[in-house]
């Protein structure tokens, strides 16, 4: 199984960016998806976080400006931002909570990280 994020890159403060992670290899079943971030000096913390169902849990930093959707054909998990700010400033990852063919267990998986700069 490989986790794999996209999209993160340089916007200018009060600008957007879409996030995009995807499982596979032998993927058989995705409970929850997540997006962490990490910025310099600071421990890795939750951003938002989505059910199989679709139901979105956010943090208080995304609350009002970030979105988490996911596509459970694709086993792909978004995170749209807007009005980005400095302090958004982070490497993004993606946390899944998968099963594979070869184990009746779920376990989490980490994807390497995106980068995401706000600065003008």
């Known amino acids: 199984v490989q986790v794999v994020e996209s999209g993160g890159g340089l916007v200018q403060p009060g600008g957007t960016l879409r996030l995009s992670c995807t499982a596979s290899g032998t993927v058989s079943s995705i409970r929850d998806m997540a997006w962490f971030r990490q910025g310099p000096g600071d421990e890795r913390k939750l951003v938002a976080s989505?059910?199989?169902?679709?139901?979105?849990n956010y943090a208080d930093s995304a609350m009002g400006r970030f979105t988490i959707s996911r596509d459970n054909d694709k086993n792909t998990v978004f995170l749209q931002m807007s009005s980005l700010k400095p302090e958004d400033t982070a490497v993004y990852y993606c946390?899944?909570?998968?099963?594979?063919?070869?184990?009746?267990?779920?376990?989490?998986?980490w994807g390497k990280g995106t980068l995401v700069t706000v600065s003008s």
């Open positions: 946390n899944a909570d998968i099963r594979d063919y070869t184990s009746s267990r779920f376990r989490y998986y």
């Open positions: 989505i059910s199989s169902g679709g139901y979105p």
